[in-house]
């Protein structure tokens, strides 16, 4: 077994690995293993998972810098590395082959991740494998083969992004002629609507791998854009997604 080490997102002391069901997109309800990685190379104002990236020293303005209350993240507070074999045998002892790999932006740990996949799928292929990603960075062929699903979440305007940083038209054009994509764009207002439809003109894009999904950390929030995102969906086409586990479990960590 080769020793690579993956950098993880840190809950305590601990890996944030964890079983729960899938909140979000074409999966939602399914169980499934979490592991979110840390990293991102982007750095969104709303990032509902911002301990991943946003430390001490971070030029970047996270939404929530405007509250007194919040401070950027000590990074060895949140982040931890831990070897192929521990998440192979962490994984082992959680009867479920259903495994989403988020972050954070998880393809920034390719090579690791190709490890972790193949050993898993020695192990058991019935192993599926989905990816939460921006889009930004291209798969390798062998990444590729191992992944079973790719959710791909194109960052907008509303991101705070530079547009040269989150739309990386070469990764985009793979994702879109890929069979294994599928595209999530969070929305934060109806207004939004026309870049969305101008981003999947400029690639190509069907309908029918286009999801539309609330921005909202809370149930409320959520409610506020459901109903207009829905007429949305159903006007062009696209599959809404709602953030299940929002509203199961509020905006908290490992569930
Ligand atoms: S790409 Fe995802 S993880 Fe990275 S900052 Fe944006 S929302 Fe957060």
Redesign the pocket.
């Known amino acids: 077994m080769k020793r690579t080490k993956l950098k993880l997102s840190k809950i305590g002391d601990e890996p944030e690995i964890f079983s729960s069901i899938q909140g979000e997109g074409l999966n939602t309800g399914k169980p499934s293993i979490f592991i979110r990685l840390s990293l991102?190379n982007?750095?969104?104002v709303w990032?509902?998972?911002?301990y991943?990236?946003n430390w001490e020293g971070v030029k970047h303005i996270h939404n929530n810098e405007l509250r007194d209350s919040y401070k950027k993240y000590i990074k060895r507070e949140q982040i931890i590395k831990m070897s192929v074999s521990s998440i192979v045998n962490t994984l082992a002892d959680i009867n479920c082959r259903s495994v989403v790999i988020t972050?954070?932006?998880p393809m920034i740990q390719q090579k690791q991740l190709i490890n972790l996949m193949k050993i898993l799928k020695n192990i058991d292929n019935k192993y599926f494998f989905e990816i939460e990603t921006?889009g930004t960075f291209i798969p390798t062929l062998e990444f590729d083969q191992l992944i079973n699903q790719y959710n791909v979440?194109p960052?907008l305007n509303n991101?705070g992004n530079n547009k040269r940083l989150r739309e990386k038209s070469n990764a985009i054009k793979y994702f879109s002629s890929s069979k294994k994509s599928n595209f999530k764009f969070v929305v934060k207002y109806r207004e939004e609507l026309s870049e969305i439809l101008s981003f999947i003109k400029r690639y190509n894009i069907t309908s029918s791998k286009v999801l539309l999904m609330p921005e909202g950390r809370t149930k409320k929030e959520l409610d506020l854009k459901t109903i207009w995102l829905v007429e949305l969906c159903k006007q062009y086409n696209f599959t809404y997604s709602d953030r299940l586990h929002i509203r199961i479990f509020g905006d908290k960590r490992g569930v």
């Open positions: 991102c982007l750095h969104c990032c509902d998972t911002d991943t990236w972050g954070g932006e921006n979440s960052k991101s």
